[in-house]
């Protein structure tokens, strides 16, 4: 029951775009878990990994944030990660009581896999150490690589290729990465079918809600690598929390990523355990989703979401352009033009 009346004070605002940010549940805490980091992976015995991980979410979000977990991307999820630097993290989460009365997680790219690796096995772990488990009321997963990264597959068989590289496939690797990488850390945790393996079927059932990006921000060279829609990093297929990797167009079988409403025969149709994707925005990149000075229009993957005993309504609009056979009908969240996709989040919680 606890766990019910902390999931309705996080979701009952669920998204109402233009509510004021200052209107909020102050029950709940929220946690950060950034994403990878490839500039890491050329000085693992030069990073400041406290230092870097603030600076991660300096845009928007450290000053809506109650804490953060950090992690160096030049080391393994299940390995050093794991050992030390989130279960330092949450050992002091439970000492402090941080999470009593509930936490959210707000992750980017690669924080959606360490946050479900962390949520399948932080109730084990602090058991163990005869603490409490925390109380995760929910994510909110922006442009999530959980489902893994066709580009980590093109990195690692780029690295260990013995220099016998393609140019477009070194092109897009230095692009994404910044040089070919000698260190591979936790890409070799992100490759697609290593991604998937990692807690398939979580023990809580915190609800995962996804915020998807559709637009590319490396010239467009490594959308080749990616299957379906994407963002420039990460296929539909993963931001949309699918069940399984393919080539897919939308979130929705009924909107399109960028709000037009209209039949997706190239949609996700099965998703990960307790995944929702909830906002598509056609003009965010990979990157930008969590800055707070992009702002575009947003569409909703649902107007409601039944979180069990309760409807969440999404407040949105309809734009037509066109008329006869070009007429064409879009949906958006309200006010989304005029609010970045972090301030759209930040308003929900």
């Given at each position: 029951?606890?766990?019910?009346?902390?999931?309705?004070?996080?979701?009952?605002?669920?998204?109402?775009?233009?509510?004021?940010?200052?209107?909020?549940?102050?029950?709940?805490?929220?946690?950060?878990?950034?994403?990878?980091?490839?500039?890491?992976?050329?000085?693992?015995?030069?990073?400041?990994?406290?230092?870097?991980?603030?600076?991660?979410?300096?845009?928007?979000?450290?000053?809506?944030?109650?804490?953060?977990?950090?992690?160096?991307?030049?080391?393994?999820?299940?390995?050093?990660?794991?050992?030390?630097?989130?279960?330092?993290?949450?050992?002091?989460?439970?000492?402090?009581n941080?999470?009593?009365?509930?936490?959210v997680?707000?992750?980017?790219?690669?924080?959606?896999?360490?946050?479900?690796?962390?949520?399948?096995?932080?109730?084990?772990?602090l058991?163990?150490?005869g603490?409490?488990?925390?109380?995760?009321?929910?994510?909110?997963?922006?442009?999530?690589?959980?489902?893994?990264?066709?580009?980590?597959d093109?990195?690692?068989?780029?690295?260990?290729?013995g220099?016998?590289?393609?140019?477009?496939?070194?092109?897009?690797?230095?692009?994404?990465?910044?040089?070919?990488?000698?260190?591979?850390?936790?890409?070799?945790?992100?490759?697609?079918?290593?991604?998937?393996?990692?807690?398939?079927?979580?023990?809580?059932n915190?609800?995962?809600?996804?915020?998807?990006?559709?637009?590319d921000e490396?010239?467009?060279?490594?959308?080749?690598?990616?299957?379906?829609?994407?963002?420039?990093?990460?296929?539909?297929h993963?931001?949309?929390?699918?069940?399984?990797?393919?080539?897919?167009?939308?979130?929705?079988?009924?909107?399109?990523?960028?709000?037009?409403?209209?039949?997706?025969?190239?949609?996700?149709?099965?998703?990960?355990?307790?995944?929702?994707?909830?906002?598509?925005?056609?003009?965010?990149?990979?990157?930008?989703?969590?800055?707070?000075?992009?702002?575009?229009?947003?569409?909703?993957?649902?107007?409601?979401?039944?979180?069990?005993?309760?409807?969440?309504?999404?407040?949105?609009?309809e734009?037509?352009?066109?008329?006869?056979?070009?007429?064409?009908?879009?949906?958006?969240v309200?006010?989304?033009?005029?609010?970045?996709?972090s301030?759209?989040?930040?308003?929900s919680?």
């Amino acid at each position: 029951m606890m766990k019910k009346n902390l999931l309705h004070t996080v979701l009952t605002t669920a998204l109402l775009a233009g509510a004021s940010a200052g209107v909020q549940a102050a029950e709940y805490k929220t946690i950060l878990i950034h994403g990878f980091q490839p500039d890491q992976l050329t000085r693992p015995n030069n990073t400041d990994v406290d230092y870097e991980g603030q600076e991660y979410w300096s845009s928007f979000w450290n000053q809506h944030a109650d804490a953060r977990i950090d992690w160096p991307s030049y080391e393994r999820l299940q390995g050093k990660i794991a050992t030390d630097y989130i279960w330092p993290k949450l050992r002091a989460f439970s000492q402090s009581n941080l999470c009593n009365p509930g936490c959210v997680f707000v992750t980017h790219s690669t924080g959606d896999l360490v946050a479900r690796y962390i949520i399948d096995n932080q109730a084990t772990w602090l058991e163990n150490a005869g603490l409490q488990p925390l109380n995760i009321v929910a994510t909110f997963d922006m442009a999530g690589a959980g489902g893994g990264s066709e580009l980590a597959d093109t990195a690692v068989s780029a690295a260990t290729s013995g220099g016998v590289v393609g140019e477009l496939t070194r092109q897009a690797v230095e692009l994404w990465l910044g040089s070919m990488p000698e260190e591979l850390g936790i890409l070799w945790d992100l490759k697609v079918n290593n991604a998937r393996q990692v807690a398939q079927n979580p023990s809580d059932n915190a609800p995962r809600l996804r915020f998807v990006a559709n637009s590319d921000e490396y010239y467009n060279l490594t959308a080749g690598f990616l299957p379906g829609n994407d963002d420039g990093v990460v296929a539909t297929h993963s931001s949309c929390g699918a069940s399984n990797k393919g080539s897919f167009g939308s979130c929705s079988s009924s909107i399109a990523l960028n709000g037009q409403l209209k039949s997706q025969s190239d949609a996700v149709t099965s998703f990960m355990p307790y995944h929702y994707p909830m906002l598509m925005g056609d003009d965010y990149t990979h990157g930008n989703l969590p800055d707070a000075g992009y702002q575009g229009k947003v569409a909703p993957v649902r107007t409601s979401f039944n979180a069990g005993y309760k409807t969440i309504r999404y407040n949105s609009y309809e734009e037509t352009t066109g008329s006869w056979f070009w007429k064409k009908t879009y949906r958006y969240v309200s006010e989304s033009n005029n609010q970045s996709f972090s301030r759209l989040i930040l308003n929900s919680l």
